[in-house]
Each structure stands twice: as structure tokens, then as C-alpha cells.
């Protein structure tokens, strides 16, 4: 019985003990739980506290700074860098960023609606004077001989009517002269025999006054002279090539409309006189054309599109360089024509050159005005030109969409609109002004 007891003490004395012995492990424990937290809430704060300190540069962001100040880079202001995990509220003023720029662009500018009127359509082109086919007169020569004598040192040499050209000698003339002064010798009486030579002398291109002298003086002439019959620029046949008359050509300019450029003039050929002295040359050759300038042309090349709305004797003001002064005139004669690719109409103004104030190669500006069928019209401006397509910014529900639409002719500051826009559609005034160096933009109609 005393040993059970006393079991029994031993038995609680070492439970006591072992529970004691729990109670401090157990608080030593907790102490360094509590000594571990504090360092790491203490480490956690410096670190917090180190990043809320850190300015860097949008631009730079390997520039790191502990207190404002500038970027030495490119000098902009240091802002403060946020911690990776912070919430971005996002507020009515970052709405629009939820949607990329291709699609809407919003902005607070003036909108406009298309107008439905009828404009004045004015058509600007360029041309050039040239000469008028119809007053180029041929120096045929009637018969074969020896280029004597030649007066004209130049090609486009002023020259005028009754003025000599050249002396040819030709044994042919020189045999006729010398029938007729044997029948005037031998036989005058015979009137018929030398009417017969006198004509065969004006087949040859022997003028009445020519014979005359030759039957006065009972001598022949060896050389013979040939006269211009008309006023004008003399030139070779081969000087100019007036088969390819009017002296002009198509060209295309940087916004793609054909203009005219001069291939020959009088002050742009500098090509000697193939002709000389000493040559010979056969009955019916032409040696010599005489361009009169008295009237000349206007020729413009238009393009077909353009060309359909122009009629005949529709009017024309056309200017010049070297003149301030617009003058009126009308158009007498439209032709399609088609050259090097391009499809174009050539439009002809006949000008009265009587004084000489218009010269062959000179440039002149021309204008026509039309006025247009009733359509819609918007303002240049509140159109883009993506190069493929035009667009415009139409506002729907507070945004600006970019929508393309179909153009027609423009006059002046006013484009037409063929389709794609309507009448009740707002349309920002100034389109570029939603448009930095930076976008892509997609129209999506």
C-alpha cells in the first residue's frame, strides 16, 4: 500500500515537470515567432518606404533617383515610380483608353453636316500656244536644177510675202527661155506658138512680171529666183517635222494631270539648215515651209473624267506667265486621245495672234467653270487622304469613328461626296487635327 502510494507521487512529480519543462520550450518559442515577424514587418516598412521614394524618367526608366528632380538624359521631370501589385482605378477620365485609337478617337471639336447644293465646278489645266496646221504654206520646188544663191541662214527665220528664198539654176527653165525668144525672133507672128511658151514657162513657176523681163531684154534668166507666198516663219521641211505638227506633247505632273511641254519653237531649235548652196534638187521637192502665226492654238490636254462635262464654245479665261491680264475665250475643238497609257481629251482654243503678243512654245494657264448638279458637299478639310481611300471622322455616341466614303469632283475648298457619308452625319470640321504622326487608322464602314 505505501509503495503504490508513493508511486502514485512519483508519477505527478514527473508529470508536473514535464509540463513545466512544455511551458518553456513553448514560451521560447513564441518569443522567437514574435522576434522573427518584428524583423520581417520591420524589413517590409524600409523596403516600402525605399520604393515610395524612387523618381524616374517616363522616357529613361533606368534613371532611378531618391528625391524629385530632372532627367539628365533629355531634362524632363522625374516622376514618382510606382510598386509592382498597385491597383490602377480607372476613372471616367481614363474611359477611352479602354478602346484602341483605330477604332474611335474622342476629342471635343467643331462637327459639321454635308451640305446638299450645286457648286461652280472650276477646272484648272495647263497648255501651250502652238501653231495653226492650217496656216503652214509649202515652198515646193517646180523644177530640178543648182541651188544658186540661198537667203535663209536659219531655221523659224522671219520672213515675209514676195520675199526671195533662193536663185536655183536649172538647164530645163534656161532650154524653155530660149524657145520662147526664138519664136518672139523668128516667128512672132505665130501667136498661138508662143502663148504655148510662155505657158509652159508658168508651169514651171515663172511669174507673169518674169516673163515680161525676159521678152523685154531678149535675154534669159540663169538664175531663177523662188518667193514666199505668205507671211511667216520659214523653216526645212526637216527642221521641225510639221507633219508632226502642233509642236507639243503630253506630260503628267506630281498630282497626276496631264500638262503639255513644247518639243520644238523658235527659240528652242538651234538645229543648223541642212540645205546649202551648191545642191541639187529635183522638180516637186519641198525644200521650205512657212508657218503664219497670225492665229495660233491654245491646246490644253484634259483628263476624260473632266472632259466629259466640256462642250463646244464653252468658255474658257485663259492667262499668261508673263501677264497678269485674264483673258476670255471659247473652245472649237475637243478630241479623245490617248497616248503613253494615259486616256485624256485634247482641248484647242483658236487664238487671233494678228500683233504677235502670243508665241509658239509659251505656256498658258487655263480655267473653265462648270457648274454641277445638286449633291452633297463637305469641306476639304474634314476630309483625309490615306492615298487608297478618303476618310472622315463621323461622331456617333460621343466618339469620332473614322468612315470612308466615295469622291467626286472638288471645287475650290468643297469635295463632293458619290456615297458613304448621308446628310444627317456629323463629321468632325478638321480632320487632321485627330490625327498624330503616330496613328494607323482603319475605317471600318
Given amino acids: ?11 505527478l512529480e514527473h508529470k508536473q515537470n514535464l509540463i513545466a519543462t512544455m511551458k518553456s520550450i513553448v514560451h521560447g518559442r513564441w518569443s522567437i515567432i514574435m522576434l522573427v515577424l518584428f524583423i520581417q514587418i520591420g524589413c517590409s516598412n524600409k523596403d ?8 524616374t524618367c517616363p522616357m529613361h526608366p533606368t534613371v532611378l533617383q ?21 491597383e490602377i482605378k480607372i476613372t471616367s477620365e481614363l474611359n477611352y483608353l479602354l478602346k484602341p485609337t483605330n477604332v474611335s478617337v474622342v476629342g471635343s471639336i467643331k462637327v459639321i453636316t454635308p451640305i446638299s447644293k450645286s457648286m461652280t465646278n472650276t477646272i484648272e489645266t495647263n497648255g501651250i500656244i502652238t501653231y495653226d496646221t492650217k496656216r503652214v504654206t509649202s515652198v515646193p520646188i517646180r523644177i530640178g536644177g543648182r541651188i544658186e544663191r540661198l537667203m535663209i541662214k536659219y531655221n523659224f527665220q522671219p520672213i515675209r510675202k514676195g520675199e526671195k528664198i533662193l536663185e536655183i539654176y536649172s538647164p530645163e527653165l534656161l532650154t524653155a527661155q530660149r524657145d520662147l525668144l526664138y519664136l518672139l525672133k523668128s516667128d512672132s507672128e505665130n501667136i498661138q506658138l508662143i502663148e504655148s511658151a510662155k505657158e509652159k514657162l508658168k508651169l514651171f513657176g515663172v511669174t507673169d512680171q518674169q516673163i515680161a523681163q525676159i521678152t523685154s531684154s531678149k535675154k534669159e534668166i540663169y538664175s531663177f529666183p523662188v518667193y514666199s507666198s505668205v507671211d511667216g516663219y520659214i523653216t526645212e521641211e526637216s527642221g521641225l517635222g510639221v507633219s508632226s505638227l502642233p509642236a507639243s506633247s503630253p506630260s503628267t505632273d506630281m498630282n497626276g494631270i496631264s500638262s503639255m511641254r513644247a518639243t520644238a519653237s523658235p527659240n528652242s531649235i538651234t538645229r543648223e539648215l541642212q540645205t546649202r548652196a551648191g545642191m541639187y534638187v529635183s522638180a516637186g521637192q519641198t525644200l521650205f515651209k512657212v508657218i503664219n502665226t497670225e492665229q495660233v492654238w491654245a491646246e490644253f490636254n484634259i483628263r476624260q473624267r473632266e472632259a466629259n462635262k466640256i462642250k463646244l464654245n464653252d468658255s474658257i479665261w485663259l492667262s499668261f506667265d508673263q501677264s497678269q491680264k485674264e483673258i476670255q475665250s471659247t473652245i472649237g475643238f475637243i478630241q479623245p486621245f490617248y497616248q503613253e497609257g494615259a486616256n485624256f481629251a485634247k482641248v ?6 494678228l500683233k504677235h503678243e502670243y508665241q509658239i512654245g509659251e505656256l498658258v494657264n487655263g480655267k473653265l467653270k462648270k457648274e454641277s448638279e445638286k449633291s452633297l458637299w463637305i469641306p476639304s478639310r474634314a476630309s483625309l487622304d490615306l492615298g487608297t481611300q478618303k476618310i472622315v471622322f463621323i461622331k456617333r455616341n460621343g466618339a469620332f469613328r473614322p468612315k470612308s466614303f466615295s469622291a467626286g469632283q472638288t471645287s475650290g475648298d468643297w469635295i463632293e461626296i458619290v456615297s458613304g457619308i448621308d446628310v444627317q452625319d456629323s463629321i468632325a470640321y ?16
Fill in 48 to 55: 516600402d518606404h525605399s520604393h515610395s521614394q524612387e523618381y
Fill in 348 to 353: 484647242r482654243v483658236y487664238l487671233p495672234n
Fill in 1 to 11: 500500500m505505501k509503495n503504490n502510494l508513493k508511486n502514485s507521487v512519483m508519477i
Fill in 430 to 445: 478638321d480632320a487632321q487635327f485627330l490625327v498624330d504622326s503616330e496613328s494607323f487608322i482603319k475605317a471600318r464602314n
Fill in 66 to 86: 531618391d528625391k524629385p528632380g530632372t532627367c539628365p538624359v533629355c531634362g524632363m521631370d522625374l516622376v514618382l515610380k510606382g510598386n509592382a501589385g498597385d
